[in-house]
């Protein structure tokens, strides 16, 4: 009891600093015309490789400095949060769904519809997943359903797994006993009974895949398969930094430490939010 | 009881890859874009496509072509890669060694590094120190080896330019080497000055591959440590006047060691699906690196080769995590 106790004062304090820095990467990129203070296409070879705002040489107005082109960085990681976050949520949810319902089908009937799942399951696992994700990009063409697409065709696994094992313990529990002998019809069982007792494993999941498609999005853009180039993307930003990392890199950095906050303030809002629903530690 | 499950575990082997073969099949043959047009002059005559197109097979239909294809990867015979225009099964096993001493560095490095956390954590339980490394390996863990293949590339190739970032060895090199293990080989050749080009290179994207697996290893065999160190015998070694850091490294490691074990074998599958963005990351002359080229080319017999490995590497490591697990386990060894 002392220890959930420390546990979750432990905890409050990263559920809040990753949700903030969420929120407002969130805002940025939802309001990204009002705020970026540069048209983040706009190239002028005149200010090509501007330093950040404390170095020599800086410009006003170009905080994080410029690219090679003479773009705003400021202005293209303020843009590029828009895919990212887009990317984030579309892809997530539609790989929470798929994993979600193929697990709960697999946990909680077993027999042959879990046999076939968890052999695709397998097939699915033997794939190097970035090598996956960069053949589907390649085969449905560049772009940002693509992107999304391939990130849910890959990563539903992940979901699949960890709802399969929870729907089974829930499925022997004595309470799915006492809806059975209630009356209550298989699918109305799954869904009433199994579905809200596995939903923050879902909740936790979802967080952390959030992050898992940031990254895979990055990277993506970092080998030039994901959306067209002219739009800012973080992972493009990143494959533009490494290229003049001698002369500028700051063009490496700033998006660099974007992504690392990103992804860490996702996978923690997601161990915080777990730690928050579980009853145990609760 | 071994040999039966063993079998089993052979036969869902078989259909996992069976099962893989038949998805990347289908995958790229859905692709858009005519590989043959792509490895043509512009201005090309028509019949010269459609002789090319049958001299890859190209011209059948889709069931067809992977009946082709499956019997000769029976036979050894993987096709020909179209960009490269060379033997595809050759390519792999030139580049396949490159991919495997990073991995192996990695793992090495990634246990090293999680052991040693975990015994400082169980050593230290209850202090700053075990907080501390709670902390730094849950932050590692969040953080996907991609990034910190960037993280050092800045840190150890910009700020403290000390490790070489790109490549596998220093192109102005003579290399005597007859396999493409040269890591191996220049130890065995005893050539400690091309060994330590190699670690050079090799350093950073090992690194960055094994940060997240060393926290994995850190955070699980702490836990199960802490678990036996509670037990009797090792109360009673405790007694006997053994001192703490004996007590773990002759009792307690030997049995806490096994969940960790399993999941080392999984994370290693991971890791080695990470070689393929690392090896672009570091320019490092891998499998991985030679993946993302055949795609982009689209090179099909080439990415339907390197997948399959990629693939039966993965089933085969998770087969040999699930012998040893028996093989260690007296409860499945007698069971």
Same mark, same amino acid.
């Given at each position: 009891?002392?220890?959930?106790?420390?546990?979750?004062?432990?905890?409050?304090?990263?559920?809040?600093?990753?949700?903030?820095?969420?929120?407002?990467?969130?805002?940025?990129?939802?309001?990204?015309?009002?705020?970026?203070?540069?048209?983040?296409?706009?190239?002028?070879?005149?200010?090509?490789?501007?330093?950040?705002?404390?170095?020599?040489?800086?410009?006003?107005?170009?905080?994080?400095?410029?690219?090679?082109?003479?773009?705003?960085?400021?202005?293209?990681?303020?843009?590029?949060?828009?895919?990212?976050? /887009?990317?984030?949520?579309?892809?997530?949810?539609?790989?929470?769904?798929?994993?979600?319902?193929?697990?709960?089908?697999?946990?909680?009937?077993?027999?042959?519809?879990?046999?076939?799942?968890?052999? /695709?399951?397998?097939?699915?696992?033997?794939?190097?997943?970035?090598?996956?994700?960069?053949?589907?990009?390649?085969?449905?063409?560049?772009?940002?359903?693509?992107?999304?697409?391939?990130?849910?065709?890959?990563?539903?696994?992940?979901?699949?797994?960890?709802?399969?094992?929870?729907?089974?313990?829930?499925?022997?529990?004595?309470?799915?006993?006492?809806?059975?002998?209630?009356?209550?019809?298989?699918?109305? /069982?799954?869904?009433?009974?199994?579905?809200?007792?596995?939903?923050?494993?879902?909740?936790?999941?979802?967080?952390?895949?959030?992050?898992?498609?940031?990254?895979?999005?990055? /990277?993506?853009?970092?080998?030039?398969?994901?959306?067209?180039?002219?739009?800012?993307?973080?992972?493009?930003?990143?494959?533009?930094?490494?290229?003049?990392?001698?002369?500028?890199?700051?063009?490496?950095?700033?998006?660099?430490?974007?992504?690392?906050?990103?992804?860490?303030?996702?996978?923690?809002?997601?161990?915080?939010?777990?730690?928050?629903?579980?009853?145990?530690?609760? | 009881?071994?040999?039966?499950?063993?079998?089993?575990?052979?036969?869902?082997?078989?259909?996992?890859?069976?099962?893989?073969?038949?998805?990347?099949?289908?995958?790229? #043959?859905?692709?858009?874009?005519?590989?043959?047009?792509?490895?043509?002059? %512009?201005?090309?005559?028509?019949?010269?496509?459609?002789?090319?197109?049958?001299?890859?097979?190209?011209?059948?239909?889709?069931?067809?072509?992977?009946?082709? +294809?499956?019997?000769?990867?029976?036979?050894?015979?993987?096709?020909?890669?179209?960009?490269?225009?060379?033997?595809?099964?050759?390519?792999?096993?030139?580049?396949?060694?490159?991919?495997?001493?990073?991995?192996?560095?990695?793992?090495?490095?990634?246990?090293?590094?999680?052991?040693?956390?975990?015994?400082?954590?169980? #050593?230290?339980?209850?202090?700053?120190?075990?907080?501390?490394?709670?902390?730094?390996?849950?932050?590692?863990?969040?953080?996907?080896?991609?990034? +910190?293949?960037?993280?050092?590339?800045?840190?150890?190739?910009?700020?403290? %330019?000390?490790?070489?970032?790109?490549?596998?060895?220093? %192109?102005?090199?003579?290399?005597?080497?007859?396999?493409?293990?040269?890591?191996?080989?220049?130890?065995? #050749?005893?050539?400690?000055?091309?060994? +330590?080009?190699?670690?050079?290179?090799?350093?950073?994207?090992?690194?960055?591959?094994?940060?997240?697996?060393?926290?994995?290893?850190?955070?699980?065999?702490?836990?199960?440590?802490?678990?036996?160190?509670?037990?009797?015998?090792?109360?009673?070694?405790?007694?006997?006047?053994?001192?703490?850091?004996?007590?773990?490294?002759?009792?307690?490691?030997?049995?806490?060691?096994?969940?960790?074990?399993?999941?080392?074998?999984?994370?290693?599958?991971?890791?080695?699906?990470?070689?393929?963005?690392?090896?672009?990351?570091?320019?490092?002359?891998?499998?991985?690196?030679?993946?993302?080229?055949?795609?982009?080319?689209?090179?099909? %017999?080439?990415?339907?080769?390197?997948?399959?490995?990629?693939?039966?590497?993965?089933?085969?490591?998770?087969?040999?995590?699930?012998?040893?697990?028996?093989?260690?386990?007296?409860?499945?060894?007698?069971?």
């Amino acid at each position: 009891m002392d220890e959930a106790r420390i546990l979750r004062r432990g905890l409050s304090p990263r559920l809040w600093l990753a949700g903030g820095w969420l929120l407002l990467a969130l805002l940025a990129a939802i309001f990204a015309p009002l705020i970026a203070p540069q048209d983040p296409l706009a190239q002028d070879l005149m200010l090509e490789r501007l330093p950040p705002f404390w170095l020599d040489g800086a410009e006003p107005g170009y905080w994080l400095g410029t690219d090679s082109l003479g773009r705003d960085l400021l202005s293209r990681l303020i843009f590029g949060g828009r895919i990212a976050f /887009i990317v984030a949520f579309a892809a997530a949810a539609s790989a929470c769904l798929i994993g979600s319902a193929l697990g709960l089908i697999a946990g909680y009937f077993g027999g042959w519809a879990d046999r076939v799942i968890s052999r /695709i399951v397998d097939v699915w696992m033997a794939f190097p997943p970035v090598l996956f994700a960069i053949l589907l990009v390649a085969v449905l063409g560049t772009g940002l359903s693509s992107v999304i697409i391939a990130i849910a065709v890959i990563d539903w696994t992940r979901f699949c797994r960890v709802i399969r094992a929870e729907a089974m313990s829930q499925a022997r529990m004595d309470y799915v006993e006492s809806a059975r002998i209630a009356g209550y019809g298989r699918i109305g /069982i799954m869904l009433r009974e199994v579905l809200p007792n596995v939903l923050p494993s879902v909740v936790a999941l979802l967080s952390l895949e959030m992050g898992i498609a940031v990254i895979v999005e990055a /990277i993506l853009s970092f080998v030039n398969l994901s959306i067209s180039t002219d739009d800012p993307t973080w992972g493009g930003i990143i494959a533009e930094g490494r290229l003049s990392i001698h002369q500028a890199w700051w063009v490496l950095v700033f998006p660099l430490i974007t992504l690392i906050f990103t992804v860490l303030s996702f996978s923690q809002f997601g161990e915080g939010l777990k730690a928050r629903f579980d009853p145990v530690l609760r | 009881m071994l040999l039966q499950r063993f079998l089993v575990r052979l036969m869902t082997i078989l259909v996992t890859l069976f099962g893989v073969a038949v998805v990347v099949f289908v995958v790229i #043959r859905v692709a858009p874009g005519d590989p043959i047009a792509m490895m043509l002059p %512009p201005g090309a005559s028509n019949d010269d496509i459609a002789r090319l197109r049958a001299l890859y097979g190209l011209d059948k239909s889709i069931v067809q072509q992977f009946f082709i +294809w499956l019997a000769g990867v029976l036979h050894g015979d993987f096709g020909t890669s179209i960009s490269l225009r060379q033997d595809v099964l050759g390519l792999v096993f030139n580049r396949l060694p490159a991919t495997l001493e990073l991995a192996t560095v990695a793992l090495l490095m990634a246990v090293a590094i999680g052991v040693s956390a975990a015994i400082l954590g169980a #050593r230290s339980r209850g202090t700053a120190v075990e907080a501390g490394i709670d902390i730094a390996s849950g932050a590692t863990l969040s953080i996907p080896d991609f990034l +910190w293949g960037l993280v050092l590339i800045l840190l150890f190739g910009v700020l403290i %330019p000390v490790f070489d970032i790109s490549g596998r060895v220093s %192109p102005q090199l003579d290399l005597p080497f007859v396999t493409q293990f040269y890591l191996a080989e220049s130890l065995l #050749r005893l050539r400690f000055d091309l060994t +330590w080009d190699l670690l050079k290179h090799m350093l950073m994207p090992a690194i960055a591959l094994a940060l997240p697996l060393a926290a994995i290893i850190a955070q699980l065999l702490k836990q199960s440590l802490k678990e036996v160190l509670d037990l009797d015998y090792v109360v009673l070694a405790r007694v006997k006047g053994f001192s703490e850091t004996q007590v773990i490294l002759r009792e307690a490691l030997k049995n806490a060691a096994l969940p960790t074990l399993t999941l080392v074998g999984v994370q290693f599958t991971f890791l080695i699906g990470g070689t393929v963005i690392v090896e672009r990351l570091f320019s490092y002359e891998g499998l991985g690196n030679m993946a993302i080229d055949a795609v982009i080319n689209r090179d099909l %017999p080439l990415i339907q080769g390197i997948v399959l490995v990629f693939a039966l590497l993965f089933v085969l490591i998770n087969l040999g995590v699930d012998m040893m697990y028996a093989l260690l386990n007296p409860r499945l060894r007698h069971g």
